[in-house]
C-alpha cells in the first residue's frame, strides 16, 4: 500500500488516511443525464473539488499539524483528481503520480493499513478526511461516500463506497487510537435518490463493541447539490474552512494558556465559518457534528497565533501625539512607539496586554494613558486608550 | 501574599440566566484560574485578568481587567443586540434567504407524532413574536396526550415537519417557529424552546455547537425533573449535552427516570440506550431503543441520530412496518443540522412516499393560514 507520507518513529502515533474525490469512473460529466438502464447513479455528474480538497488537508497535515503526544507519522493519500484539478491546482499531477487511486480495492487496503497502524498504541491519533459523493445517515454515521469505481450496479449498488460510520464503529480495542477525528466533506446525493436502496457499502470492517475511543467527534460537511461548494479545481468550502479553523480560527487556550485546537473548540467554530464561506457567495451550506467529544487536543501550534490590534485613543484628537507601545508589563514590551496617527493595527502574539500610550511631546490637555486588552484570535477587539 | 492584599473581580452577564460557572477568568500568562458563575466575586491577587463567556450565538465575548490590592472591580460581558431564540447559523440562512421568502401565503398544521393525526385544534395561541421576522411565529398549545409536530406548507413545495420541544401535560406548551427557504428552494422550519431561560440559553449552546458550556448547563439537569421545574424536555436536552461530551454515565438513574416517568417521550429511553451502549450492554442497549422507536419520533436531532446508529450498527435489519424500521427509513430524510427532528413529506407517517410538492389545502385539513 502506498503511504503518501512515512515519518515513522516509536510511540504514540498521528495516522491519517485522506481521501478525495473528484473523478467518477460512471458518472456523467454534467448533472441531467439520465442513469443507464442497468445503473442506478442517483442522478450524480463529475466533481471538481473533492481531490484538491484533500491535497489541501493532506500538506496542511504534513507542513503545519503538531500533536504535543502523537507527532504525525503517516499520511495515506487517495484521490481521484478531476482533469481541471490535474491541470489548475499546483503540485497535483506530482501528488496525484504519488497518491493511491480512489477506488474500492486501493482504499479498503489503505484502510486496511490505517486501521493497523492506529491500533499500534492507545495513545495515537487516528485522523479520517474523505471529500465525495456521500449519503448522510445520522449525526453520528459520517454517512456513505462513494468511492471512484462507484458503478450503481445491482445487486448491490452501493458495493464501490465506504461507510464512515462502520469505519469509527470498527475503530475500537484496548490498543486502538483513543483519540479519532473524522471529517466527511460531502457532496450530498439527494434523499429522494436513495430511497429504496440497502445502505450497505461494500467496504465493511469488523464492529468490536468493546473499548471504544474516548473521543471519535465526526465533522459532516454536506453541501446540496451535485457540484461541491467551493470554487472548481480548488477546495472545497469545507477544507477550506477546516484549514482556516486549524490554523487560527479554533484556536483556543488551555488551562496552562498554551494554544490549541480541540474538538470542542473546533466544532463551535467549523460550522459557522463554512456558512460564512457560503454565504459570501451566495449559497447555503451546513455541517452537522455527532460522535463523542471530550475536549480532546488536535493541534498544537508552535508559536502562539499572530493577530492584529485596533488601537485608538480617546478623544481622537490626541492621535497627532499619541504613541502606543504593547506589551505584557511596561518594562517587556513587543510593540514600542507605533504612531497613533493615522490610527491602525498592530500585530502581536495572541495574549493578555497592556497598551500604554505616552503622548509626546507633552501636549495639554491630554495625559499618558494604559488600557488592558486580549488579543485574542480570531478578531480581537479595539483598544481605546483614554488620554483626555 | 497576604489575604488583604487581594482584590477581587464580579463579572456582570445579565444574558447569563443559570447558576452555572460559564465565566472563565485567565490570568496574564493566559493560564485558567476560575470558571465561576455570573455575579459571583472571585479574589484574585492583583495583576492583569481576562473574562469571557461564549455567548448564545456561540460567539465568545471576552474583556480584560485590572485588578488592584484591596479594590473590588467589576466587568460587564455585554451581549450586544444578538438575539437568543435561533442559532447564528440559523439567523445567516434566514438572512440570506429572507429575500427568497416570497411565499404570500403559508398554513402550519399540528399532527401527533406518533400516530399521524391531525390536532391542529389544539393551536391554542399564534403570534408574530416581537423582533422576529414575518416568517417567525410563536406557537401556544392546549394540553393533551403525545409528541406534537407542526408541518409547515406553501404551494408548490414539499412540505416540511418538524417536532415540536414541547412537553404536551405540563407548562411547557409554547415554542418559536421560524420559516424559511433553503438554497434550493425548499420550506424549512426549525423550532425553538421557549420558557425557562436556563434551558433556553442550554438549546442556544446546543446549536451552537458550544458544548462544553451546554455541558456545565446541562449538569444542572437534575433538578429539571423535580418539583414544580418538572421539565422533561429541557432535562432531556441537559442529558444529550452530557452525553456528547461522554459525562451522562454517572447519572444512569436519573436516566432511568427520565425514560420511565415521561412514557410519552422517546427521548429519555435512547439516552438510556446510549449509555448501555456505551457500558457494552447490547442486549440493554436493544431493549431501550426498542421502547425508544415505540414511543414515536424522538424530539431531538440528537435522538434520532443515536437511535438510527444503533439500527444501522446491528446486523440484523428491523422487521419492515416495525417503528424501528419506520426511524431507520427517515435517516437519508432528516435533517440533522436542527435542534429537533425534522423532515419533509405530507404524511409524516410514510414522508418517503409523499415528498410531492403540495397543492393546497386539502379539503377537510384544518391547515391554519399565515
Not at chain 1, 473539488?49 to 495515506?76: I, M, N
Not at chain 1, 445487486?155 to 479519532?180: C, E, S
Not at chain 1, 495574549?351 to 509626546?360: C, E, K
Amino acid at each position: 500500500v502506498a503511504v503518501w507520507l512515512d515519518r515513522g518513529g516509536s510511540g504514540a502515533r498521528t495516522h491519517a488516511l485522506v481521501i478525495g474525490l473528484s473523478a467518477y469512473d460512471h458518472l456523467p460529466k454534467e448533472q441531467g443525464e439520465p442513469d443507464p438502464p442497468d445503473r442506478t447513479l442517483f442522478g450524480l455528474a463529475q466533481l471538481e473539488s473533492g481531490a484538491a480538497s484533500a491535497l489541501h488537508v493532506a500538506r496542511w497535515l504534513a507542513d503545519e499539524y503538531r500533536h504535543p503526544d502523537a507527532p504525525l507519522a503517516t499520511v495515506r493519500l487517495h484521490m481521484a483528481p478531476s482533469q481541471r484539478e490535474l491541470d489548475e491546482v499546483d503540485g497535483m499531477k506530482a501528488a496525484a503520480a504519488k497518491a493511491g487511486r480512489a477506488a474500492k480495492g486501493a482504499v479498503e487496503k489503505a484502510l486496511t493499513s490505517w486501521f493497523r497502524d492506529c491500533a499500534k498504541d492507545p495513545g495515537n491519533v487516528a485522523i479520517l478526511y474523505i471529500a465525495g459523493h456521500g449519503i448522510e445517515l445520522s449525526k453520528d454515521e459520517g454517512g456513505i461516500v462513494l468511492l471512484a469505481d462507484f458503478d450503481g450496479k445491482s445487486p448491490r449498488i452501493l458495493d464501490k463506497a465506504m461507510d464512515t460510520g462502520n469505519v469509527r464503529r470498527a475503530m475500537a480495542g484496548k490498543t486502538m487510537a483513543r483519540t479519532q477525528f473524522y471529517f466527511v466533506d460531502a457532496c450530498r446525493v439527494r434523499p429522494e435518490e436513495v430511497l429504496g436502496v440497502k445502505l450497505t457499502a461494500g467496504i465493511q470492517m469488523d464492529e468490536p463493541g468493546a473499548d471504544p475511543p474516548t473521543s471519535s467527534p465526526i465533522f459532516f460537511g454536506a453541501s446540496s447539490g451535485t457540484l461541491a461548494l467551493g470554487r472548481r479545481g480548488k477546495g472545497t468550502l469545507f477544507s477550506e474552512a477546516l484549514v482556516e479553523c486549524l490554523e487560527l480560527l479554533a484556536l483556543t487556550p488551555d488551562d496552562q494558556g498554551g494554544w490549541r485546537v480541540t474538538d470542542t473548540s473546533l466544532v463551535a467554530r467549523l460550522g459557522a465559518r463554512v456558512s460564512d464561506l457560503a454565504t459570501a457567495v451566495g449559497l447555503d451550506q451546513r455541517t452537522t457534528t455527532g460522535g463523542q467529544f471530550q475536549g480532546a487536543t488536535l493541534h498544537r501550534p508552535a508559536k502562539p497565533p499572530s493577530v492584529s490590534v485596533r488601537i485608538d485613543v480617546d478623544p481622537a484628537g490626541a492621535r497627532g501625539c499619541a504613541f502606543a507601545s504593547v506589551g505584557p508589563t511596561q518594562a517587556d514590551l513587543i510593540v514600542k512607539d507605533h504612531p497613533l496617527e493615522p490610527p491602525g493595527e498592530v500585530v502581536v502574539p495572541a495574549g493578555l496586554y497592556l497598551v500604554q500610550v505616552d503622548i509626546r511631546p507633552p501636549t495639554q490637555p491630554f495625559k499618558n494613558g494604559f488600557a488592558p486588552c486580549a488579543a485574542f484570535p480570531p478578531a480581537p477587539a479595539p483598544v481605546t486608550v483614554p488620554v483626555g | 501574599m497576604s489575604a488583604h492584599a487581594l482584590g477581587s473581580v464580579t463579572v456582570q452577564a445579565d444574558w447569563i440566566q443559570s447558576s452555572a460557572p460559564l465565566v472563565e477568568v485567565r490570568d496574564q500568562g493566559l493560564r485558567l484560574v476560575d470558571r465561576i458563575a455570573a455575579s459571583t466575586p472571585l479574589s484574585l491577587h492583583p495583576g492583569l485578568y481576562v473574562a469571557s463567556a461564549v455567548l448564545p450565538s456561540g460567539a465568545r465575548v471576552s474583556e480584560p481587567f485590572a485588578v488592584m490590592a484591596g479594590e473590588p472591580a467589576t466587568v460587564a460581558l455585554e451581549q450586544g443586540a444578538e438575539p437568543v431564540a435561533f442559532s447564528e447559523q440559523e439567523l445567516i440562512q434566514a438572512d440570506s434567504s429572507s429575500a427568497m421568502f416570497d411565499a404570500k401565503q403559508w398554513w402550519v398544521r399540528l399532527v401527533d407524532a406518533k400516530h399521524g393525526t391531525d390536532v391542529t385544534e389544539r393551536i391554542s395561541t399564534t403570534s408574530h413574536g416581537e423582533g422576529l421576522g414575518d416568517a417567525d411565529l410563536e406557537l401556544s398549545t392546549e394540553p393533551g396526550p403525545g409528541t406534537l409536530l407542526a408541518q409547515v406548507a406553501t404551494p408548490g413545495r414539499t412540505v416540511w415537519n418538524v417536532v415540536l420541544p414541547l412537553d404536551p401535560h405540563e407548562q411547557r406548551r409554547d415554542c418559536d417557529l421560524r420559516v424559511w427557504f433553503d438554497a434550493e428552494g425548499a420550506i424549512r422550519c426549525s423550532a425553538a424552546l421557549r420558557g425557562d431561560p436556563e434551558v433556553q440559553l442550554l438549546a442556544s449552546y446546543l446549536v451552537a455547537d458550544r458544548l462544553p458550556e451546554a455541558a456545565r448547563v446541562g449538569s444542572d439537569a437534575d433538578r429539571l425533573l423535580e418539583g414544580k421545574m418538572r421539565d422533561p424536555v429541557g432535562a432531556a436536552l441537559g442529558g444529550y449535552a452530557l452525553l456528547r461530551l461522554g459525562r451522562l454515565a454517572d447519572r444512569g438513574g436519573w436516566v432511568e427516570n427520565l425514560m420511565n416517568w415521561f412514557e410519552w417521550m422517546p427521548d429519555g429511553a435512547i439516552l438510556a440506550g446510549a449509555l448501555a451502549t456505551a457500558a457494552g450492554d447490547r442486549h440493554r442497549a436493544r431493549k431501550c431503543f426498542r421502547t425508544a422507536a415505540e414511543r414515536g419520533l424522538p424530539i431531538f436531532s440528537d435522538g434520532l441520530s443515536l437511535v438510527v446508529s444503533h439500527l444501522r450498527a446491528r446486523r440484523a435489519e428491523p422487521e419492515p412496518g416495525t417503528p424501528e424500521a419506520r426511524l431507520l427509513a427517515l435517516a437519508p430524510l432528516a435533517s440533522f443540522g436542527e435542534l429537533t427532528t425534522s423532515f419533509p413529506g405530507s404524511d409524516p407517517q410514510r414522508p418517503h412516499e409523499t415528498l410531492e410538492a403540495w397543492q393546497g389545502p386539502e379539503p377537510g385539513v384544518p391547515w391554519k393560514e399565515f
